[in-house]
């Protein structure tokens, strides 16, 4: 069976931002029935409105139904208000989908005692291009068919990984979750860096992006890992042999890396 044949009869998607907008363009890209989803957002951008209009998608209906799938795209801090109006349309053969940083798979069935199959997964931000990066847990009574829903769901915006216990979240927050982010302020840092060794900072900034974004194309398409890309790339006693004796040094990048994955993870759980 195909991705498509395993996406849902009918979906409903709690909260249209950027996250759960990228994953619907996904979704609709992957070929679900627009006619199948429900979006339940108090304020959705005006993208969003005039998607539903086009695409015929019920935007945020009087009397909503149950779905097979409820996805909550929410902001964390709005569970607790939402809940009250969500709960009715969850039951016992609802999978509820929740990318909702913190919140538990135990916070999300107090919170919709009708819950039973839960799905709890951590997206990152490039998955509005497709390319994506998911850790993911399924509760005890996700069935192998859920499963698999939940699967083509995720996997319409990219990389899926399942995960052993839900413990890991936190961890995948912290590297793909936050990752991004991490990845951007390379940019900055090589572009200032240009600057300061004379480069113009139009110059810099275009020669560090398309590095990074090079880098990762030339990462996906080869079947070598990133240590045998870089020594690759490292000729002995060459420039770049020079700077990396400054970014592999004890307190190097590795080190900085590791303190910032420990900290986000950190904040993770406190969330």
């Known amino acids: 069976m195909t991705a498509i044949g395993r996406l849902p009869a009918s979906l409903t998607?709690?909260?249209?931002?950027?996250?759960?907008?990228?994953?619907?363009?996904?979704?609709?890209?992957?070929?679900?029935?627009?006619?199948?989803?429900?979006?339940?957002?108090?304020a959705p951008s005006g993208a969003i409105a005039a998607l539903c209009a086009e695409?015929?998608?019920?935007?945020?209906?009087?009397?909503?139904?149950?779905?097979?799938?409820?996805?909550?795209?929410?902001k964390p801090q709005g569970l607790e208000a939402a809940a009250v109006a969500l709960s009715p349309l969850v039951g016992p053969g609802t999978l509820v989908l929740s990318?909702?940083?913190?919140?538990?798979?135990?916070?999300?069935?107090?919170?919709?005692?009708?819950?039973?199959?839960?799905?709890?997964?951590?997206?990152?931000?490039?998955?509005?291009?497709?390319?994506g990066a998911t850790g993911a847990v399924a509760s005890a009574e996700v069935t192998a068919e859920q499963r698999a829903v939940a699967e083509a769901l995720l996997s319409a915006a990219g990389l899926t990984e399942w995960l052993d216990a839900e413990a890991q979240i936190d961890a995948v927050t912290a590297v793909s979750g936050s990752g991004p982010a991490y990845v951007f302020l390379l940019v900055?840092?090589?572009?200032?860096?240009?600057?300061?060794?004379?480069?113009?900072?139009?110059?810099a900034a275009r020669l560090a992006r398309a590095t990074v974004t090079g880098s990762g194309a030339l990462l996906e398409a080869s079947p070598e890992d990133a240590a045998q890309l870089r020594r690759n790339?490292?000729?002995?006693?060459?420039?770049?042999?020079?700077?990396?004796?400054?970014?592999?040094?004890?307190?190097?990048?590795?080190r900085l890396m590791g303190e910032a994955v420990a900290a986000a993870k950190r904040r993770a759980g406190e969330l």
């Open 13 to 42: 998607l709690v909260g249209a931002g950027k996250m759960g907008g990228a994953m619907l363009a996904g979704w609709l890209e992957a070929g679900l029935d627009p006619r199948a989803v429900t979006i339940l957002d108090p």
């Open 55 to 74: 695409r015929g998608i019920a935007l945020n209906p009087a009397d909503p139904a149950p779905a097979a799938v409820m996805v909550l795209g929410i």
């Open 99 to 131: 990318i909702l940083a913190g919140k538990t798979i135990a916070d999300l069935k107090a919170r919709l005692p009708g819950a039973r199959a839960v799905v709890r997964a951590m997206p990152n931000l490039p998955a509005s291009v497709g390319r």
């Open 188 to 203: 900055e840092a090589l572009a200032e860096a240009g600057v300061a060794a004379g480069l113009a900072p139009e110059v």
């Open 233 to 254: 790339v490292t000729s002995p006693g060459g420039t770049t042999a020079a700077a990396l004796d400054v970014l592999m040094r004890e307190d190097g990048l590795a």
